[in-house]
């Protein structure tokens, strides 16, 4: 079993930063893709960044250039530093693993979630 611990959601004015954090802990053997996603109220799960075990990124269009995911192997953590941030961009934001075990079976794992809301 993968534990996901997010931190570093709240509410920010537009325009404003916010940086998330995702430590993964537990029974750790590769984590091959890191990500985040978010939902907003009433709308489906989105992809928002991800980014490989070697340091590929992918992003959806409507943050790049804003966002910017990084990950740290070593710690097993994963970032998100959101810059000029938009109203549109309020959401819980979820972590998401894709880990394999000693066997090399893979599964996802989430994050319970942390609040971004973006407000004057």
């Known amino acids: 079993q993968v534990q996901l611990v997010e931190s570093g959601g709240g509410l920010v004015q537009p325009g404003g930063s916010l940086r998330l954090s995702c430590a993964a802990s537990?029974?750790?053997?590769?984590?091959?893709?890191m990500g985040w996603y978010r939902q907003a109220p009433g709308k489906q799960r989105e992809l928002v960044a991800t980014?490989?075990?070697?340091?590929?990124?992918n992003y959806r269009d409507s943050v790049k250039g804003r966002f910017t995911i990084s990950r740290d192997n070593a710690k097993n953590t994963v970032y998100l530093q959101m810059n000029n941030l938009k109203p549109e961009d309020t959401a819980v934001y979820y972590c998401?693993?894709?880990?394999?075990?000693?066997?090399?079976?893979?599964?996802?794992?989430w994050g319970q979630g942390t609040q971004v809301t973006v407000s004057s």
């Open positions: 537990g029974n750790i053997f590769i984590i091959y893709v």
């Open positions: 998401n693993v894709d880990h394999a075990d000693l066997s090399y079976s893979r599964r996802d794992y």
């Open positions: 980014i490989t075990i070697g340091g590929s990124t």
